[in-house]
């Protein structure tokens, strides 16, 4: 039903004297699906025949599509972009792991957008954007969550979850697990409009994918490849290409739940990527891929559905970008925001709504780190080390037109200073501790991702967000957390281990520093062997850490007080070789 649809019953009821619809109850839905290192090219309606994707094939046909829609470089950033409408540096966003993904808490996010204007708000998929309360989804407008909060995960099977803070254990594949969730949520929303925010996690390593789609492309010819192809591995891209297709498969489970349950026309949808491809593959020979600057690095695929309100079949040239959702969104959707900060974003809605719209052209900055600072206009992109490139005759950035047109290379470049003094310029640069005991949830994790390694110590994999501490062979080694406790208060406190029979007997010991009075408790550790799993479920080599199945021990309860600023795991009794792997710490807030 469009608004012009409704506007006539409106009146009709009005009429009649029967009672109307309040204008809360048609406003749309929304329903957001953002994938993890796909590709622009990792789509058959994008051109590459080297898989099939009809359900979001279709779902762009249905819809209107942006040509050059621009993302971050990596994950975390586009994900705090897409959640504030202003550019990544703002929101206190400087990695991917440790910390640095956090948002900054004085960011008004669009599920608080959405949750104030009375939607009822879920997420459903990887955040990326900060674990303990109040950086926790919940915390930042999301009624309902159900995933993870890290940067990538380390088993996509049955997985350790997180659902409202709570850890749980997955069903499944992880995809689709969240998208069983994210379906049930929509069939719960009833009346109520709903925010529906999938975050899937890949095509993302590690490469795990069922067989339904893996067998399609095993053994598969790969007949388009990757512009500089001896850079290519061509298993990694059969199993991106087999992941992106289980992808299409819940996309259109999510399509048909709309239709099922009659909603699909009162629905805004949303397809997009948060940076480039994770591999050398085929992307239309654009140059650049996840964790750079140039084209192919953060050039997303875009589509947005909303029958009868947005045109079928568009495809519209001028650039875009994932600041530009939440105004685009709140604008069409009739709802204010109460934020005051300036956005860097623009509503895209008269490009969506409007047959010839005033638009002047643009310029959108593209930036992580060492790769340099970015700056596309509707033409040219001034690459991150000073290099012109004409997209329109050039997409490849192949040569460098910089000395034929000083005054666009002087424009792009006073961006690119722009950007330096009034973007990165709001970096703090003092560390954040990690927040315990927070009002806003009774649970806190610390994740040994989060943690620092004392002695012999050693992180399983150089990506750190799914890693574990293993080699803890003498008492003088430590796990520890730079925190800051909210609230004094009784915890309990549990960890997630392993531990061999032979090395039986361990004790841990977890105490809390930093205040006049040091509390701590002490337990022998229940043995609790586990084998590595998920790597009988790859289909590529991974750089990330495997997993375990991890024991659950409660080390008992322990005062923290709020002037305490570090919180220490020892091993005061190590009876075998070694004490013990360590996961996760668990802290759950009793009392005052």
Same mark, same amino acid.
């Given at each position: 039903?469009?608004?012009?649809?409704?506007?006539?019953?409106?009146?009709?009821?009005?009429?009649?004297?029967?009672?109307?619809?309040?204008?809360?109850?048609?406003?749309?839905?929304?329903?957001?699906?953002?994938?993890?290192?796909?590709?622009?090219?990792?789509?058959?309606? &994008?051109?590459?025949?080297?898989?099939?994707?009809?359900?979001?094939? =279709?779902?762009?046909?249905?819809?209107?599509?942006?040509?050059?829609?621009?993302?971050?470089?990596?994950?975390? $950033?586009?994900?705090?972009?897409?959640?504030?409408?202003?550019?990544?540096?703002?929101?206190?966003?400087?990695?991917?792991?440790?910390? =640095?993904?956090?948002?900054?808490?004085?960011?008004?996010?669009?599920? !608080?957008?959405?949750?104030? %204007?009375?939607?009822?708000?879920?997420? *459903?998929?990887?955040?990326?954007?900060?674990?303990?309360?109040?950086?926790?989804?919940?915390?930042?407008?999301?009624?309902?969550y159900y995933g993870f909060?890290?940067?990538?995960?380390?088993?996509?099977?049955? +997985?350790?979850?997180?659902?409202?803070?709570?850890?749980?254990?997955?069903?499944?594949?992880?995809?689709?697990?969240?998208?069983?969730?994210?379906?049930? *949520?929509?069939?719960?929303?009833?009346? #109520?409009?709903?925010?529906?925010?999938?975050?899937?996690?890949?095509?993302? %390593?590690?490469?795990?994918?069922?067989?339904?789609?893996? !067998?399609?492309?095993?053994?598969?010819?790969?007949?388009?490849? &990757?512009?500089?192809?001896?850079?290519?591995?061509?298993?990694?891209?059969?199993?991106?290409?087999?992941?992106?297709?289980?992808?299409?498969?819940?996309?259109?489970?999510?399509?048909?739940?709309?239709?099922?349950?009659?909603?699909?026309?009162?629905?805004?949808?949303?397809?997009?990527?948060?940076?480039? +491809?994770?591999?050398?593959?085929?992307?239309?020979?654009?140059?650049?891929?996840?964790?750079?600057?140039?084209?192919?690095?953060?050039?997303?695929?875009?589509?947005?559905?909303?029958?009868?309100?947005?045109?079928?079949?568009?495809?519209?040239?001028?650039?875009?970008?994932?600041?530009?959702?939440?105004?685009?969104?709140?604008?069409?959707?009739?709802?204010?925001?109460?934020?005051?900060?300036?956005?860097?974003?623009?509503?895209?809605? +008269?490009?969506?709504?409007?047959?010839?719209?005033?638009?002047?052209?643009?310029?959108?900055?593209?930036?992580?780190?060492?790769?340099?600072?970015?700056?596309?206009n509707q033409k040219y992109?001034? !690459?991150?080390?000073?290099?012109?490139?004409?997209?329109?005759?050039? +997409?490849?950035?192949?040569?460098?037109?910089?000395?034929? &047109?000083?005054?666009?290379?002087?424009?792009?470049? %006073?961006?690119?200073?722009?950007?330096?003094?009034?973007?990165?310029?709001?970096?703090?640069?003092?560390?954040?501790?990690?927040?315990?005991?927070?009002?806003?949830?009774?649970?806190?994790?610390?994740?040994?991702?989060?943690?620092?390694?004392?002695?012999?110590?050693?992180?399983?994999?150089? $990506?750190?967000?799914?890693?574990?501490?293993?080699?803890?062979?003498?008492?003088?080694?430590?796990?520890?957390?730079?925190?800051?406790?909210?609230?004094?208060?009784?915890?309990?406190?549990?960890?997630?281990?392993?531990?061999?029979?032979?090395?039986?007997?361990?004790?841990?010991?977890?105490?809390?520093?930093?205040?006049?009075?040091?509390?701590?408790?002490?337990?022998?550790? $229940?043995? &609790?062997?586990?084998?590595?799993?998920? %790597?009988?479920?790859?289909?590529?080599?991974?750089? #990330?850490?495997?997993? =375990?199945?991890?024991?659950?021990?409660?080390?008992?309860?322990?005062?923290? !007080?709020?002037k305490m600023t570090q919180?220490?795991?020892?091993?005061?009794?190590?009876?075998?070789?070694?004490?013990?792997?360590?996961?996760?710490?668990?802290?759950?807030?009793?009392?005052?």
């Open positions: 039903m469009n608004r012009l649809t409704q506007f006539r019953l409106l009146i009709m009821l009005s009429i009649s004297g029967l009672p109307s619809c309040t204008a809360e109850a048609t406003r749309p839905n929304v329903l957001i699906v953002l994938t993890d290192d796909q590709g622009w090219g990792d789509l058959s309606i &994008h051109g590459n025949g080297n898989l099939e994707t009809p359900n979001i094939d =279709q779902l762009a046909e249905e819809g209107t599509r942006f040509d050059r829609f621009f993302v971050c470089p990596v994950c975390s $950033p586009t994900r705090a972009e897409f959640l504030t409408g202003r550019y990544y540096p703002r929101g206190g966003v400087k990695g991917v792991t440790i910390g =640095q993904e956090r948002l900054d808490l004085d960011e008004q996010t669009i599920g !608080d957008v959405f949750r104030e %204007a009375g939607y009822r708000t879920g997420a *459903f998929g990887k955040w990326h954007n900060g674990t303990q309360y109040p950086y926790h989804p919940n915390a930042r407008g999301f009624d309902e909060c890290s940067g990538h995960w380390g088993n996509y099977w049955d +997985p350790m979850l997180d659902h409202n803070g709570e850890i749980v254990k997955g069903k499944g594949f992880i995809i689709d697990d969240l998208t069983d969730h994210a379906i049930d *949520f929509i069939k719960q929303s009833g009346s #109520e409009p709903f925010f529906c925010y999938v975050p899937y996690n890949t095509p993302h %390593a590690p490469m795990q994918v069922p067989d339904r789609w893996w !067998d399609r492309h095993k053994m598969g010819e790969i007949k388009q490849r &990757h512009r500089d192809p001896q850079k290519e591995k061509l298993n990694h891209t059969r199993a991106a290409l087999a992941m992106c297709e289980n992808i299409d498969w819940n996309v259109g489970r999510l399509l048909k739940t709309l239709d099922e349950q009659q909603i699909a026309d009162n629905t805004i949808v949303i397809y997009f990527s948060d940076n480039g +491809p994770n591999g050398f593959r085929w992307n239309d020979g654009m140059k650049g891929r996840k964790g750079t600057t140039d084209e192919g690095g953060v050039r997303s695929p875009f589509f947005i559905r909303w029958p009868g309100e947005i045109k079928a079949g568009r495809v519209i040239p001028q650039i875009a970008g994932g600041i530009d959702l939440l105004p685009t969104l709140t604008e069409l959707a009739g709802i204010e925001r109460s934020g005051t900060k300036p956005l860097d974003g623009k509503s895209l809605k +008269p490009l969506l709504m409007e047959s010839n719209p005033e638009w002047p052209d643009r310029m959108i900055v593209s930036h992580w780190g060492r790769r340099g600072i970015s700056v596309r992109r001034l !690459d991150g080390t000073g290099h012109l490139f004409d997209m329109t005759t050039d +997409p490849g950035q192949r040569t460098d037109v910089a000395a034929n &047109h000083p005054e666009v290379t002087k424009a792009l470049k %006073a961006e690119v200073t722009r950007y330096k003094q009034t973007v990165l310029s709001e970096y703090e640069e003092e560390n954040r501790p990690f927040i315990v005991g927070h009002k806003s949830g009774t649970v806190t994790q610390l994740p040994i991702r989060d943690a620092v390694a004392v002695g012999n110590l050693k992180r399983t994999a150089r $990506p750190a967000n799914s890693s574990w501490f293993t080699n803890w062979i003498s008492t003088d080694d430590a796990v520890t957390w730079e925190v800051e406790v909210s609230e004094s208060a009784q915890y309990s406190a549990e960890l997630f281990y392993t531990c061999k029979q032979k090395n039986a007997g361990v004790v841990i010991r977890l105490e809390g520093l930093g205040s006049s009075e040091t509390t701590a408790i002490e337990q022998e550790l $229940p043995v &609790h062997e586990s084998e590595i799993i998920g %790597a009988e479920q790859d289909r590529d080599l991974r750089p #990330e850490a495997y997993e =375990q199945n991890w024991g659950r021990v409660t080390l008992g309860t322990i005062k923290l !007080d709020k919180l220490k795991l020892t091993a005061p009794k190590i009876p075998g070789q070694e004490a013990i792997d360590v996961r996760l710490l668990l802290l759950r807030r009793l009392s005052e």
